[in-house]
């Protein structure tokens, strides 16, 4: 246990937020360092897209594809507020369960197969956490004819993930015309109003009813108190079950028009992640049913994930196989110490047995 707490550690304390390459190239260098000790091989470093990646390629084809994240959502200075922590078997610290732990496992898992690695690849990318818009390439390169793909995303109640919504991200642009807003703001077309009447026709979008979610987040407007709104947007995270769905709401999306006289829109964005259906993971989640020496279940998810790309190019995965814990992306993260041995134990017993297939 003490390797593994030395290991999560060393990558915890190593700040690695998605908007700052430089941070992520620093943990992708304790992460190599990391691996090289314990699997005894440096790993070959990867531009993916201006995002640096890790891998690792035993023998030739690869036959078990092992994918992961260093990024984090948390800036950097996160650490001095939120140190790393090991309280019982608690662990603590930024990034600490989404998802450096499954890093240490995945490194773990392989060092115990031994030699046994032939047709194995470790992929760690450092965008995931805004999209992997630079690494998909790499990810679904990495996919494409490989028998299966075991993700090392964090495990809330140690459930796996069976299934996964698809995830689409846009960005609604208003544009009105400024004017003063105290002596004449008739002159003006105020794009904060504009922008009001869009997010309620969003809602519309939305269907509740089978899993479609539309969900305005970030939203801006306007420059200073007095002056009438020339400019104002919203970011919209939309999640569906399947790609149709996925399609109609890029349309409607796309169909939105404007309301109020001499405004007009910008819709930036498109589909991201497609759906992981519960197909790509049955055969896979029973075989971990099987060698797990304690008792599994699946869930299925509205997060995305690079799993969502792996099972988008037709290979089987499974996802969640990483830390026990919760608390992704919030204050509380920890990850469950005491859970790591049986979860390392799980993955190498799946790579094994599929090695064996």
Same mark, same amino acid.
């Given at each position: 246990?003490?390797? %593994?707490?030395?290991? &999560?550690?060393? %990558?915890?304390?190593?700040?690695?937020?998605?908007?700052?390459?430089?941070?992520? #190239?620093?943990?992708?260098?304790? %992460?190599?360092? /990391?691996?090289?000790?314990?699997?005894? /091989?440096?790993?070959?470093?990867?531009?993916?897209?201006? !995002?640096?990646?890790?891998?690792?390629?035993?023998?030739?084809?690869?036959?078990?594809?092992?994918?992961?994240?260093?990024?984090?959502?948390?800036?950097?200075?996160?650490?001095?507020?939120?140190?790393?922590?090991?309280?019982?078997?608690?662990?603590?610290?930024?990034?600490?369960?989404?998802? @450096?732990?499954?890093?240490?496992?995945?490194?773990?898992?392989?060092?115990?197969?031994?030699?046994? &690695?032939?047709?194995?690849?470790?992929?760690?990318?450092?965008?995931?956490?805004?999209?992997?818009?630079?690494?998909?390439?790499?990810?679904?390169?990495?996919?494409? +004819?490989?028998?299966?793909? &075991?993700?090392?995303?964090?495990?809330?109640?140690?459930? %796996? @993930?069976?299934?996964?919504? +698809?995830?689409?991200?846009?960005?609604?642009?208003?544009?009105?015309?400024?004017?003063?807003?105290?002596? #004449?703001?008739? @002159?003006? /077309?105020?794009?904060?109003?504009?922008?009001?009447?869009?997010?309620?026709?969003?809602?519309?979008?939305?269907?509740?009813?089978?899993?479609?979610?539309?969900?305005?987040?970030?939203?801006?407007?306007?420059?200073?108190?007095?002056?009438?709104?020339?400019?104002?947007?919203?970011?919209?995270?939309?999640?569906?079950?399947?790609?149709?769905?996925?399609?109609?709401?890029?349309?409607?999306?796309?169909? *939105?028009?404007?309301? *109020?006289?001499?405004?007009?829109?910008?819709?930036?964005?498109?589909? =991201?992640?497609?759906?992981?259906?519960?197909?790509?993971? !049955?055969?896979? $989640?029973?075989?971990?049913?099987?060698?797990?020496? $304690?008792?599994?279940?699946?869930?299925?998810?509205?997060?995305?994930?690079?799993? =969502?790309?792996?099972?988008?190019?037709?290979?089987?995965?499974?996802?969640?196989?990483?830390?026990?814990?919760?608390?992704?992306?919030?204050?509380?993260?920890?990850?469950?110490?005491?859970?790591?041995?049986?979860?390392?134990? &799980?993955?190498?017993?799946?790579?094994?047995?599929?090695?064996?297939?």
């Amino acid at each position: 246990m003490s390797a %593994l707490i030395e290991d &999560l550690g060393a %990558l915890v304390e190593s700040e690695s937020p998605s908007s700052d390459p430089a941070a992520c #190239e620093a943990c992708a260098d304790v %992460l190599a360092a /990391v691996g090289e000790r314990r699997l005894g /091989v440096a790993p070959e470093r990867v531009d993916a897209g201006g !995002a640096p990646a890790v891998v690792w390629r035993f023998g030739g084809p690869t036959r078990v594809l092992l994918v992961g994240h260093l990024d984090t959502v948390w800036p950097r200075g996160t650490l001095a507020e939120l140190p790393f922590r090991v309280e019982g078997d608690r662990a603590t610290g930024p990034g600490v369960f989404d998802m @450096k732990a499954g890093l240490v496992q995945g490194i773990h898992a392989l060092a115990s197969l031994g030699e046994d &690695l032939d047709g194995v690849t470790f992929l760690v990318t450092s965008d995931e956490e805004t999209g992997s818009l630079g690494s998909r390439e790499l990810i679904e390169s990495e996919a494409r +004819g490989a028998l299966a793909a &075991l993700v090392l995303e964090p495990s809330a109640d140690g459930a %796996l @993930k069976t299934a996964r919504k +698809g995830v689409s991200m846009y960005r609604l642009e208003v544009r009105g015309r400024a004017a003063h807003a105290g002596l #004449e703001p008739e @002159k003006g /077309v105020n794009a904060l109003v504009e922008l009001a009447h869009q997010v309620l026709a969003l809602q519309g979008i939305a269907r509740p009813d089978i899993g479609t979610t539309v969900t305005p987040t970030v939203a801006t407007a306007g420059t200073t108190m007095n002056v009438v709104p020339e400019e104002a947007s919203v970011q919209i995270d939309v999640r569906c079950s399947t790609p149709d769905e996925q399609g109609r709401v890029d349309a409607a999306m796309r169909a *939105l028009r404007a309301t *109020l006289p001499g405004s007009s829109l910008v819709v930036h964005g498109a589909p =991201n992640r497609p759906p992981m259906p519960a197909s790509s993971s !049955a055969d896979l $989640f029973a075989r971990a049913q099987r060698l797990a020496s $304690f008792p599994l279940r699946g869930v299925e998810v509205g997060g995305g994930s690079d799993g =969502n790309f792996t099972a988008g190019v037709g290979t089987p995965t499974l996802d969640g196989l990483g830390a026990v814990g919760d608390g992704a992306h919030a204050r509380h993260e920890w990850t469950d110490v005491s859970a790591m041995a049986s979860r390392i134990d &799980l993955v190498a017993a799946l790579v094994r047995d599929l090695l064996r297939s």
